[in-house]
């Protein structure tokens, strides 16, 4: 697969602070040195063998299977024609709403799986990939297939590097690490009222169609989508769902600004509690550092990858927030095998370290 990315070809970030030697490492070089003389040390052949068994599992895992993809999909589309329908049916404002918040997840949960389809993970057949990925994932949400893969091929091939172009996002003051305890849930409630419209007009523009095909394709299928609620009288329900991506949809994924990569040159390796992967983290979009060691593997066997790494900390949700507080960042970064990223912390920090 053209786009899949192997841990090794990630370049060495540039701009990080590198870690030191401490004396934890040093105790934890001593104890391996101890082990080694233990009788139940793997033997070099055991090492490969493993090392071989785990590929095989990560080969078979990669295989994309369609039906899944289309299951995941369909029940998300179900969530938000249930959402239009209830608002249509009960139009009162705090159904409204609702329906908004319900639809702007939902928007979100189709995001993700378009960033699978971008990944040519829905289906082994590229053609079925792109066309399920445009019609039913990128266009509902205005957004493009091919102009978002180049973008985050870019993101997987040189992540957390000056040439990574999600780095040239989020880079104003309010996201400067530390942050308040609770700058990051006002700023999804702003997001969720449309206040950081600019930003998302700012992604738009760098995620433009690049074939002629998807400059014809979203208008059409945003008046194909406007024909049917005209055709069953219920139009205005266009503005419903429409006005949930530059406010839901939009905090959602500045959520996960946050907890991806913010502040070091990783991926945050964290688990969280199961409504929140439901709700805000959908399709194990929050095992997310398993995409980044293998994106070729489809979002549904992200668990099974999880599981083959058992060395690499996994920290909780709040330890990421923490992180982004008033907090140790370096031994964060040392207990995680971590790299902080110069460029999302204020000067004040960097002055401290
Ligand atoms: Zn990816």
Redesign the pocket.
């Known amino acids: 697969m053209s786009q899949a990315v192997s841990p090794v070809e990630i370049t060495t970030p540039k701009n990080t602070i590198p870690l030191k030697a401490t004396n934890c490492q040093k105790n934890t070089t001593m104890n391996q040195n101890d082990e080694s003389s233990r009788p139940n040390t793997p033997t070099p052949s055991e090492v490969i063998r493993k090392k071989k068994d785990v590929q095989r599992q990560l080969k078979q895992l990669a295989k994309p299977v369609v039906w899944r993809f289309v299951l995941a999909l369909s029940v998300d589309w179900m969530v938000i024609v249930g959402a239009m329908l209830c608002a249509g049916m009960w139009p009162t404002w705090w159904v409204c709403l609702a329906s908004v918040l319900v639809i702007g997840t939902r928007q979100h949960a189709l995001g993700v799986l378009g960033?699978e389809a971008?990944?040519y993970t829905a289906t082994r057949y590229r053609k079925a990939n792109d066309a399920i990925g445009m019609l039913l994932c990128f266009w509902p949400i205005g957004g493009s297939l091919t102009g978002y893969r180049r973008f985050?091929q870019r993101?997987?091939r040189h992540l957390g590097t000056e040439h990574d172009p999600e780095m040239h996002f989020f880079q104003s003051d309010e996201w400067k690490i530390p942050v308040k305890t609770a700058a990051p849930v006002w700023r999804f409630i702003k997001g969720c009222l449309g206040m950081q419209i600019l930003d998302y007009a700012k992604l738009i523009r760098s995620l433009l169609p690049k074939t002629k095909t998807e400059w014809v394709g979203i208008p059409i299928w945003w008046a194909c989508f406007a024909l049917i609620l005209w055709v069953l009288d219920s139009l205005w329900l266009l503005g419903l769902y429409a006005i949930a991506i530059p406010t839901v949809f939009w905090a959602l994924i500045e959520l996960r600004g946050w907890t991806e990569h913010r502040g070091i040159a990783e991926t945050h390796r964290y688990k969280t509690h199961w409504l929140f992967q439901q709700i805000l983290f959908p399709h194990n979009v929050w095992m997310h550092y398993e995409?980044?060691q293998w994106?070729y593997i489809p979002f549904f066997n992200l668990p099974k990858a999880r599981a083959l790494d058992e060395t690499t900390p996994v920290v909780q949700l709040r330890d990421v927030f923490e992180f982004l507080g008033e907090t140790d960042h370096e031994a964060y970064a040392r207990n995680n095998g971590s790299h902080l990223t110069l460029d999302h912390f204020s000067d004040q920090v960097l002055h401290c370290s």
Do not use: G, K, N, R
Request: aromatic content about 0%; overall charge neutral; some cysteine.
């Open positions: 960033h971008a990944h985050h993101h997987h995409h980044h994106c």
